[in-house]
C-alpha cells in the first residue's frame, strides 16, 4: 500500500473526463483517492456540461478544481479536426498550469498536440470493441478514423491502464499494442447504508446505466420483463446524445435519479440485472452488489474475472434464461439473501480507496522512471 501524504512531495494531476457515462464517478472517486496522497486535480471536462451540483460536489474534494469546456468527446466529434482541436487546446492548458501528470480518461487526445508531462491513459471503453461486441459486418466507416485516431493516442502515452484483464487484453489485440495495458481495478465509494430486512419489501428487479445503448441489451431484459410476475425498473436515460433511443413494452422506466433516490432502490436489495453484451468494468454493478443486491448477469468475459463465485450468469440474449433465474431468486428470501451477501463480500475487492492507492504508485513510478513504463515502440 502506498505510503500516506506526508511522506511525498504534492503532485498536481491534470485529468479530463466527461459527465455522460461512469467516467465522471471514476474520475471523482480517483481525484478523492488521490487526494489522501498530497495530490491536487485540475478536473476538464469535455461534451455536455456538469450539472452545478456534480462540479460542486468535484470542487468539494480537497484540491480539485473543475475546468468546464465545450470540448467535444471523442465518440461524439463529426471529424478528426474536432478532436485534434481539443486536443491542441489542452496541451495550451496543460502549459499554463503546468501539471506534473496529465491522466486521460478520453485517450485519443495523446494523438495531437505536444504534451511536456507525461501521460497516463485510461482505457474505459472503445467504438472499436463495442462494434466486436454489439455490431455486424466490418467497422463502419464513421468508426475507422476514430479507432486510428484512438491507437495512435495509446500509442503515444506514456503508459495505458485498464479497469479489467480482459479488456486490457481485447485492447492489445484490437490496437496492435507491443505492451498490454497495466491493471487496475475500478472502485466505488460506499455510502453510509441503513440496516434493513428485505424479507418485507416484495421482490423487484432493478438495472441502471445508459438504456438507450444497445450495448447494455435492455431490450433482452424488456423480453424477459414480459414473462414476469415481479417487476423490472430501469433508472438513467432512454435517450442518448446523438439520439439514440429506446423505449419499452414491459420495462417500467424510471427515468434520470438523484444519487439519493438511487442510493434508496439499492438499499432495499432488489435484484440487480445486467444483460450487457459489452461492459469494460460496470460500475452500476459494483454500487449494487456494495449495497448487497443479488446479481444476475450477461455471461461475459469482463463479468466472468469480476464477480465469478458471487452472481449468477446468463447468456445475454436469453430473455428466458433471465426470467428463470429472476424467478428463482424471487421465489426465496433465503437465496437472495445469500446471493446479495456474496456479492457485498466481492465488492470488497473494487474499492475507491484500493485503486486510487494503485494508481497513485503507478503515478510515482512514471514520474520516476527515465522513460516511459510502457509506451509502444511502434510509436
Not at 479530463?16 to 487526494?35: E, P
Not at 451540483?53 to 463529426?78: F, H, S, Y
Not at 436469453?318 to 421465489?331: C, H, K, T, V, Y
Not at 446471493?339 to 492507492?357: E, P, V
Request: proline share 6%.
Amino acid at each position: 500500500m502506498s505510503s500516506m501524504s506526508g511522506s511525498h512531495p504534492a503532485l498536481h494531476v491534470l485529468m479530463t473526463a466527461d459527465a455522460v457515462g461512469g467516467v465522471w464517478q471514476y474520475a471523482l472517486d480517483l481525484a478523492q483517492g488521490l487526494s489522501v496522497h498530497n495530490v491536487r486535480t485540475t478536473l476538464v471536462t469535455l461534451g455536455p456540461a456538469p450539472t452545478s451540483q456534480r462540479i460542486a460536489d468535484a470542487e468539494a474534494i480537497k484540491g480539485c478544481r473543475v475546468i468546464v469546456t465545450d470540448w467535444p468527446l471523442d465518440w461524439m466529434a463529426v471529424a478528426a479536426d474536432d478532436i485534434k482541436a481539443s486536443a491542441m487546446a489542452l496541451a495550451r492548458l496543460a502549459r499554463d498550469i503546468r501539471p506534473d501528470l496529465i491522466h486521460l480518461n478520453i485517450p485519443a487526445l495523446a494523438a495531437f498536440g505536444e504534451f511536456a508531462a507525461p501521460i497516463v491513459g485510461m482505457c474505459h471503453s472503445c467504438l472499436a470493441t463495442w462494434w466486436e461486441a454489439v455490431g455486424e459486418g466490418p467497422l463502419p466507416t464513421d468508426f475507422m478514423w476514430r479507432r486510428d485516431l484512438l491507437e495512435a493516442g495509446y500509442r503515444k502515452a506514456d503508459l495505458l491502464l485498464a479497469p479489467t484483464r480482459s479488456f486490457a487484453i481485447a485492447t492489445q489485440r484490437v490496437y496492435r499494442l507491443g505492451t498490454i495495458p497495466w491493471l487496475v481495478y475500478n472502485g466505488r465509494s460506499t455510502w453510509p447504508q441503513r440496516q434493513r430486512s428485505n424479507s418485507n419489501i416484495r421482490p423487484y428487479v432493478f438495472t441502471a446505466g445508459r438504456l438507450w445503448d444497445r450495448s447494455k441489451s435492455l431490450a433482452a431484459l424488456d423480453r424477459a420483463a414480459a414473462r414476469l410476475d415481479v417487476p423490472i425498473l430501469a433508472a438513467g436515460p432512454q435517450t442518448g446524445p446523438n439520439g439514440e433511443h429506446i423505449e419499452f413494452t414491459s420495462i417500467r422506466p424510471l427515468g434520470e435519479l438523484s444519487e439519493t433516490v438511487l442510493r434508496g432502490h439499492l438499499s432495499e436489495r432488489p435484484i440487480f440485472a445486467s444483460a450487457a453484451r459489452y461492459e469494460p468494468f460496470g460500475l452500476a454493478v459494483l454500487e449494487a452488489a456494495q449495497a448487497g443486491c443479488p446479481l444476475v448477469l450477461s455471461d461475459i468475459p469482463s463479468f466472468r474475472e469480476l464477480w465469478h463465485g458471487a452472481a449468477s450468469f446468463v447468456a445475454a440474449d436469453d430473455d428466458a434464461g433471465f426470467a428463470a433465474e429472476i424467478r428463482r431468486l424471487a421465489s426465496s428470501s433465503r437465496a437472495r439473501t445469500y446471493a446479495g451477501a456474496a456479492a457485498r463480500r466481492r465488492a470488497r475487492d473494487y474499492s475507491a480507496t484500493a485503486m486510487s492507492n494503485s494508481v497513485f504508485d503507478i503515478y510515482r513510478a512514471l514520474l520516476a522512471s527515465k522513460r516511459p513504463l510502457m509506451r509502444d515502440e511502434a510509436a
